[in-house]
């Protein structure tokens, strides 16, 4: 395993303990969960050292990620095979913009060592349709979980403070339809991992699962939902947050949160330009950062007085496609909006409730 600065916090007794110590003390589980901050490189570099060290500890690790959808389980069990290439493999599974960087090294691993991999998340599409109609909508469909639940509880409460922050006055039945979708992708992956185990029963291996914090934090999200179809399973939460100091975290900054904290340092800064910037194009608007995985941008606010104010858009619409380029993340927004210049006249794909609408919005100077 490679050598990996790591400042781990056991929250059951507030000490710090080394990698070795950790590892041993997961490797008593059935299920580990792993919290991430999907754009962390750090924390991503933790989540590989958690892979190899436990795979030490316990010969037959099962890997199961948020990251690649139920769907798209028999293009990676080709993949790991090698009955098909990286670039089918990219082709085929709806791979994240960060696959290259944050989590191939994962699943070179998982290959390389022979590991199963559970392609565990709900369809995209799917909680699409959930975030707008429901979770009836999708009932009895093929990879929709067998039964899912969203009820009025705490994590619910943290659901709804979280996405409050980014879509403002949104309506509450707005809110309850993508807490519905979230907590379908919650109940997929739990019954991922609970049909896994079911179907190995001759094994008893330790299921390593990746997700975002909020999915697994408090041993709320997915990690109530595996335990409630499993209820014997041993199981243990590992945040990776990421501060400014890492090496001034104590435990109860994260009373509550996990069983361990592996905290990373934030992402260095981005250097400062040697020439003066010239300004940039700006559409004035906040996106939402906790909006999930579908395409697009989901506005959390917009700037007052700026160009999408002037133009129409809404917290709550989400960006599709501008000038005719479609937007598969914020990233990619950030990138075709550095191709623009301010002034620029540009149309705009934007998603309302059901509706799809064009809109044309003169772009105005970036504020950041």
Not at 127 to 141: F, R, T
Not at 153 to 166: C, I, L, N, V
Not at 338 to 345: I, N, S, V, Y
């Given at each position: 395993m490679e050598a990996v600065v790591a400042i781990i916090l056991s929250l059951a007794t507030g000490a710090?303990?080394?990698?070795?110590?950790?590892m041993g003390q997961l490797a008593a589980n059935d299920v580990v969960f792993v919290g991430e901050e999907h754009d962390n490189r750090a924390g991503h570099e933790a989540e590989l050292a958690l892979l190899q060290g436990l795979h030490a500890e316990r010969k037959?690790?099962?890997?199961?990620?948020?990251?690649?959808?139920?769907?798209?389980?028999?293009?990676l069990n080709d993949w790991l095979a090698g009955r098909i290439n990286d670039e089918?493999?990219?082709?085929?599974?709806?791979?994240?913009?960060?696959h290259a960087t944050d989590y191939a090294p994962l699943l070179a691993y998982a290959k390389e060592h022979k590991l199963d991999v559970i392609a565990s998340n709900v369809p995209r599409p799917m909680?699409?349709?959930?975030?707008?109609?429901?979770?009836?909508?999708?009932?009895?469909?093929l990879h929709s979980p067998r039964r899912t639940t969203a009820d009025a509880?705490?994590?619910?409460?943290?659901?709804?403070?979280?996405?409050?922050?980014?879509m403002g006055s949104a309506g509450d039945e707005r809110?309850?339809?993508?807490?519905?979708?979230?907590?379908?992708?919650?109940?997929?992956?739990?019954?991922?991992?609970?049909?896994?185990?079911a179907a190995h029963p001759a094994r008893k291996p330790l299921v390593l699962h990746m997700a975002g914090r909020f999915h697994v934090e408090e041993g709320l999200g997915t990690v109530a939902r595996l335990l409630a179809r499993r209820p014997l399973a041993r199981t243990a939460v590992v945040l990776l947050p990421s501060v400014e100091k890492p090496d001034a975290a104590k435990a109860e900054d994260?009373?509550?949160?996990?069983?361990?904290?592996?905290?990373?340092?934030?992402?260095?800064?981005?250097?400062?330009p040697v020439e003066e910037e010239k300004p940039r194009a700006g559409l004035g608007i906040m996106p939402d950062y906790a909006a999930g995985e579908d395409p697009g941008v989901l506005i959390g606010s917009v700037v007052p007085e700026g160009a999408a104010e002037k133009a129409g858009l809404r917290a709550g619409d989400r960006l599709l496609a501008l000038d005719g380029k479609r937007l598969e993340n914020v990233r990619g927004y950030m990138a075709v909006?550095?191709?623009?210049?301010?002034?620029?006249?540009?149309?705009?794909?934007?998603?309302?409730?059901?509706?799809?609408l064009t809109i044309t919005a003169t772009l105005g100077v970036s504020r950041r």
């Open positions: 710090r303990i080394e990698v070795a110590d950790l037959d690790v099962v890997l199961s990620l948020e990251m690649i959808e139920r769907d798209c389980q028999g293009t089918q493999l990219a082709a085929n599974a709806r791979l994240w913009p960060n909680a699409k349709v959930v975030s707008e109609a429901g979770a009836s909508a999708v009932a009895g469909l509880d705490r994590y619910r409460d943290r659901f709804f403070e979280q996405m409050k922050e980014h809110l309850l339809r993508f807490y519905a979708a979230q907590c379908l992708k919650d109940d997929a992956m739990a019954e991922s991992i609970a049909d896994w185990l994260f009373t509550g949160a996990a069983h361990f904290v592996w905290v990373c340092a934030q992402n260095p800064p981005k250097a400062a909006l550095a191709e623009c210049k301010p002034g620029q006249q540009v149309k705009l794909l934007v998603e309302r409730e059901t509706v799809e």
